[in-house]
């Protein structure tokens, strides 16, 4: 392995973003939008971790820098919306339970990543 390599798949370079929101549902219009916002970052390569919070894996800082600025771009008119970004370390010391029963991380579809 080059050494370049190893540092590309640190465990402190590999980011994540969380897209966490909040979005009224009140009127057809609302509702559409909100539907319209989770469209968006699936088409984005998001994936639903929990109904309203959507996660994307990120190969670097940089590629996580322009999923952001994608996820500005179709922020809707109302409603609240939240974006963290962070380390696939930090990612690792989730710990998630499904009742009082701990279960490990399941990790989103295969990344695909050309060059």
Not at 44 to 55: E, H, N, P, R, V
Not at 73 to 101: H, M, N, R, S, Y
């Amino acid at each position: 392995m080059l050494p370049d390599e190893s540092s590309r798949f640190s465990q402190y370079r590999v980011m994540w973003i969380l897209v966490f929101f909040d979005l009224p549902t009140d009127t057809k219009k609302e509702r559409k939008a909100a539907a319209q916002f989770r469209k968006n970052l699936q088409g984005d390569g998001f994936t639903m971790f929990q109904f309203s919070i959507y996660i994307r894996h990120c190969a670097s800082r940089e590629n996580m820098d322009v999923h952001m600025k994608r996820v500005h771009k179709f922020l809707p008119e109302k409603g609240k919306v939240g974006i963290l970004g962070i380390t696939d370390k930090q990612f690792a010391e989730i710990q998630l339970f499904f009742g009082k029963k701990e279960e490990a991380p399941k990790a989103p579809g295969q990344q695909l990543e050309l060059f």
